[in-house]
C-alpha cells in the first residue's frame, strides 16, 4: 500500500509518501508544496492543486491520509488553511484517491502512544520506524510523513472494528470517491 500523508497549509503543504506491507514501512518520498506570499490565494490553491495533481500522478497514492483542521488563535490564517485543505481534498477526490482523517492527537497517539506527544517525540519516533539516520526536514514533510505512518499503523486494525467506518467514531473519517 502507497499513502500519501499530507499536511495541509496554504503557505507550506507538507507531504509524505510512505510504502507499507507486511507490518513494515519506509519512505518513498517527501518535501513541500510551498506557494509565494505575494501571490493572490487563488493563484496559491490553483499551484497546490497542480502540484497535488502531480504527486497523484507520480506515486499512485492507494489512500491520501491529511490532518484535520485544528487552529486556536489565528482565524485569518486558519480560514486560509480551511481553503487549501478544501483543495486538497477535491484533488484526491479527482483523482480516485480515498481520504483518510486523523486529528493531531490521533497522530500523536498512533506514533508515540501518548496523544499529547511533543514534536520531538513524534520526530524521534517517525526516525525510529523509518530506521532513518536524520530527522526529516522541513518540519512540515516531517509532520506529512507522521500522519501516514499514523495512517499504516492503524489501517488494519480499524478493518475490524465494527464502527470503523461510522463517520464520527472519532478515530478516523473516510471518503471513497465515487460512492
Given at each position: 500500500?502507497?499513502?500519501l500523508?499530507?499536511?495541509?497549509?496554504?503557505a507550506?503543504?507538507?507531504?509524505?509518501?510512505?510504502?507499507?506491507?507486511?507490518g513494515?514501512q519506509?519512505?518513498?518520498?517527501?518535501?513541500?508544496?510551498?506557494?509565494?506570499?505575494?501571490?493572490?490565494?487563488?493563484?496559491?490553491?490553483?499551484?497546490?492543486e497542480?502540484?497535488?495533481s502531480?504527486?497523484?500522478?507520480?506515486?499512485?497514492?492507494d489512500?491520501?491520509?491529511?490532518?484535520?483542521?485544528?487552529?486556536?488563535?489565528?482565524?485569518?490564517?486558519g480560514?486560509?488553511?480551511?481553503?487549501?485543505?478544501g483543495?486538497?481534498?477535491a484533488?484526491?477526490?479527482r483523482?480516485?484517491?480515498?481520504i483518510?482523517?486523523?486529528?493531531p492527537?490521533a497522530?500523536?497517539?498512533?506514533?508515540?502512544?501518548?496523544?499529547k506527544?511533543?514534536?520531538?517525540?513524534?520526530m524521534?519516533?517517525?526516525?525510529?520506524?523509518?530506521?532513518?539516520?536524520?530527522?526529516?526536514?522541513?518540519?512540515?514533510?516531517?509532520?506529512?510523513?507522521?500522519?501516514?505512518?499514523?495512517?499504516?499503523?492503524s489501517?488494519?486494525?480499524?478493518?475490524q472494528?465494527?464502527d470503523?467506518?461510522?463517520?464520527?467514531?472519532?478515530?478516523?473519517?473516510?471518503?471513497?470517491?465515487?460512492?
Amino acid at each position: 500500500m502507497v499513502i500519501l500523508g499530507i499536511d495541509p497549509g496554504f503557505a507550506i503543504v507538507g507531504f509524505g509518501v510512505v510504502g507499507s506491507e507486511g507490518g513494515r514501512q519506509r519512505l518513498m518520498s517527501c518535501g513541500a508544496i510551498t506557494t509565494p506570499s505575494n501571490e493572490p490565494l487563488p493563484a496559491r490553491l490553483l499551484q497546490i492543486e497542480n502540484d497535488m495533481s502531480q504527486l497523484f500522478e507520480a506515486f499512485h497514492p492507494d489512500a491520501m491520509a491529511i490532518e484535520e483542521l485544528f487552529f486556536t488563535n489565528n482565524i485569518t490564517t486558519g480560514i486560509g488553511v480551511a481553503q487549501a485543505r478544501g483543495v486538497l481534498l477535491a484533488a484526491a477526490e479527482r483523482a480516485g484517491v480515498p481520504i483518510y482523517e486523523y486529528s493531531p492527537s490521533a497522530v500523536k497517539m498512533a506514533m508515540t502512544g501518548y496523544g499529547k506527544a511533543t514534536k520531538k517525540q513524534i520526530m524521534d519516533m517517525t526516525k525510529r520506524l523509518l530506521g532513518l539516520n536524520k530527522e526529516i526536514k522541513p518540519d512540515d514533510a516531517a509532520d506529512a510523513v507522521a500522519i501516514a505512518l499514523c495512517h499504516a499503523r492503524s489501517f488494519a486494525s480499524r478493518l475490524q472494528a465494527p464502527d470503523a467506518a461510522k463517520p464520527g467514531s472519532g478515530r478516523y473519517a473516510v471518503r471513497h470517491p465515487g460512492k
